[in-house]
């Protein structure tokens, strides 16, 4: 049985060994891929120009840092949902930002544009937040945001999103459909270290926003009247987590395309073990979502031996069954 | 013709397409349609080509399909369209869009010819099997024969040289390359290549720019949708691979390398020319 | 009654075209509990949270020691009003301690940990509210009336000057009933505090209370003494059923009764 109430140190505590955790396996996925090559070699003085350089170096850092980055960005946007919606299975791609995300990086993949090319991430992260403006704006009634109007407004969101994709993928050849497609299964190929930096300066940023509304999010838990006599400015909260959280995501789809089940299945896991308390939720989802990234995406490259699966039929894989099971434990009333 | 492997990655491993049936005998087939751009221009070229009446949106070679009815993509026929046409032959290649308007299409008393495009041998059995449809054998053993001995000429060209490992791509982000057992795996073979990624099972597997590395190709063939710009900036920073070190990162054009259709030595002269050039 | 703490000056409230208060107007004053009665649907909760800021009138206005109460800001709203809703639940497992924690919000920076003081706070009110003990257990392993007297320990830790509860006894049998409405009224006596209690138990409201304040419809029909408000016309009226009104064990406090079952 946990504690019974958060204290500054077991936040602290927490973060460490989970960040200890990311490190050690940041370290073991750099050393492991579908071809031999040593870590110690690569990084040891004078390596650069060999093969084992280039591979460790060269394409499993980056490709792992990303991987981290990406999982960090859809795990806390996931507990900040999670957080605002009061509820335990919200995904984030549920809110509608994800469609806007992939509707745009399709219809510049149909103009020609290289899937390589950084005007791909760039113009799905303005679909993205294309996306999350209008749904702000249309949940909006009344002077009030509720988590209904936004699940419903997403939703909608998502149902137009996915029918312009198939229109995209309807009017271009055969091969740029099947591009699409599978630009959108979630790629995480990747050399760039600015692009990781950049996400990844950018999901540590979105997550100090949530966890800066992580008080007022808890005290919104026992409701909005509840919240508002506690001092909690509910419609500017709700307002600022979703904004931050829809960012969070908007870029995460938009560097690597949709990968399920690690904004849901993350934060659902860790409150089970941690509590629901966001002060310590936000930053473990942080750490763990990234941790949780990497070795999917470590099995991915490595399960088929020289080819692999696209990172995200690893995470529906492996999140799927186990969202079933967390629903049928949820809808008999079980435990939380 | 179908890029088939790209699509199909994924979904092959669902779809368990059907093998082709042999053709019925019947009287000469006087009104064709053709549902895939790969068997258009082998009736075409086997001088049937007056007796189509309606092809594939995607059927765009030779110039006179552009007069031809489209009725359909070549994943998505549309049933309505080509029994419009009464046609009293259909030939289509499988894939898991168009299986139920097949079909449909044979519950209509249609003939129905199907043949496959995955590799040469399918182009071979292809062209056999519709030149019987049609009743124009000996138009059909003489297209074949043209085809293989220009393909000949392409593996004479080269006989001289040394193999170059190839390796072949076809998407950027995620990095897709031709497998073993492709139709465009053989043409590398066929071109004066070794195809490094032969042994990375399935037909168009999604590999790590890692294995790209270890396998060191001395030439990347880029036949993937975008831009050049894009390839090279994808393999820039791998060094140690002799292609990107000695700027051989060739763009190779799509649109015939993915047709198994009787241009395939076409194909296979401009993947040599790019391997070997001079 | 010590001086007045919180005025109500003609409140007007409507949703979707329906005027759910009506032109009412109330003091409270610091050391006296007000109980507010009234049918289902006369405007009682929203009355309430009329009164503790948490819903905007649109006409009218509510004062605070003089002030108007919604120029202040919401964390100083927080620490002067504490209000305990109508049938409060949590969503998430958070445990009894730390939903009695929440009140203590108003008052810490930050990212709002608890300090040694806060800590004890919360554990004398579990301890004056019968919950000891129970501190590390999940909110949604408890009974209804355990989870109200947790909500209210959460008010008494606000260290509020003014306490609105609506409907705190719903859910509780007698002995809590009576427990929970002896702590507001030490609070109110000891502290001076202000506390208006929604109550649907007239007789309950009538022992209780320093003063009564009848709700019908959306407007005021009737405060004052218990006495003064419990009339048989009156509740008649405002209830819309026939009801006998009898002396509570030979006091002047009325009790409120349906009639006899064979009258």
Known sequence: MRAAYLTRRRVIVVTAALLVLLLASLLAAAGIGPVPA???????????????????????????????????????????????????????????????AAVFGAAVLVMGVDPVSP????????????????VVLVARTGGRTTPHALLLVGVVMNAIAAALIMLVNAVASYRQAQGVLFWMMGALTTQDYSLVAL???????????????????NLLAAGEESAASLGV???????AVFIAAALLVGAAVSVSGMISFVGLIVPHVLRLALGPDLRLLVPASFLFGATFLVWADTVARTVLGPAELPVGVITALLGGPFFLFLLRRSLRGGPR | MTPSGAALVVLAL????????????????????????????TVFALGAGDRVVGVCAQCDYPEATAKLPKLGGYLTPSVESV?????????????????????????????????????????????VAISEALEVSDAGRRLAADVRSRLDAVRARVASQLRARVLLVVGHSPLIVAGGGTLQGELV?????????????????????????????????????????????????????????NGRIVSVGSDVLFRAGPRVPEAAAALAAAIHPG | MSRVRLVAERLRFAYEGHRVVDDIGLEVGGGELVGIIGPNGAGKSTLVRLLAGVAVPQEG??????????????????????????????????????????????????????????????????????????????LDTLSGGERQRVFLARALVQDPQVLLLDEPTTHLDLRHQSAILDVVRERVRRRGVAAVAVLHDLNLAAVACDRLVLLAGGRLVAAGAAAHVLTTERITDAFGTEVRVGRHDGSDVPTVLPPPRDA
């Open chain 1, 199 to 217: 996400v990844g300066g950018y999901a540590i940023v979105g997550a100090v926003v949530l966890l800066h509304h992580a008080a007022a999010l």
């Open chain 3, 61 to 138: 206005r509510v004062l605070l020691d003089g002030e108007p109460l919604l120029a202040r800001s919401r964390r100083d709203i927080a620490r002067a009003i504490a209000l305990l809703p109508q049938d409060p639940r949590v969503e998430f497992p958070f445990t009894v301690l730390e939903v009695v924690l929440m009140g203590r919000a108003p008052y810490l920076g930050g990212l709002g940990f608890a300090a040694g003081d806060d800590v004890a706070m919360a554990r004398a009110a579990l301890v004056r509210l019968g919950l000891e003990g129970m501190e590390a257990r999940g």
């Open chain 2, 189 to 245: 073979e066929i071109a004066g290549g070794t195809n490094v990624a032969a042994d990375v099972g399935n037909a168009f597997p999604q590999v790590s720019l890692e294995l790209v590395v270890a396998r060191a190709p001395d030439v990347i063939l880029d036949a993937a949708m975008g831009t050049e710009e894009g390839g090279r900036a994808l393999f820039a920073q791998l060094t140690t691979v002799p292609a990107v070190a």
């Open chain 1, 119 to 134: 005007i791909v991430p760039l113009v799905a992260f303005l679909g993205a937040l294309g996306a999350m403006t209008v």
């Open chain 2, 14 to 41: 669902l779809a368990g397409c059907d093998g082709a049936a042999p053709p019925p005998r019947a009287a000469g087939a006087a009104r064709v349609v053709v549902l895939a751009p790969s068997a258009t221009e």
């Open chain 1, 233 to 239: 400015d509910v419609e500017r909260v709700r307002r």
């Open chain 1, 38 to 100: 040593s870590l110690w070699r690569a990084l040891a003085p004078g390596a650069a120009g060999t093969t084992d350089y280039m591979i460790v170096v060269q394409t499993r850092i980056p490709r792992v840092l990303l991987a981290g980055v990406v999982g960090a960005a859809l795990a806390t946007a996931g507990a900040g949902f999670q957080g605002l919606l009061a509820n335990p299975l919200a995904d984030p791609h549920v809110l509608g930002i994800s469609g806007g």
């Open chain 2, 83 to 127: 029994v419009g046409v009464r046609p009293d032959l259909v030939i289509v290649v499988p894939s898991p869009g168009n299986r139920e308007a097949v079909r449909a299409i044979e519950r209509t008393g249609v003939r129905v010819l199907v043949v496959q495009d995955r590799t040469l041998d399918d182009l071979f059995t292809s062209i």
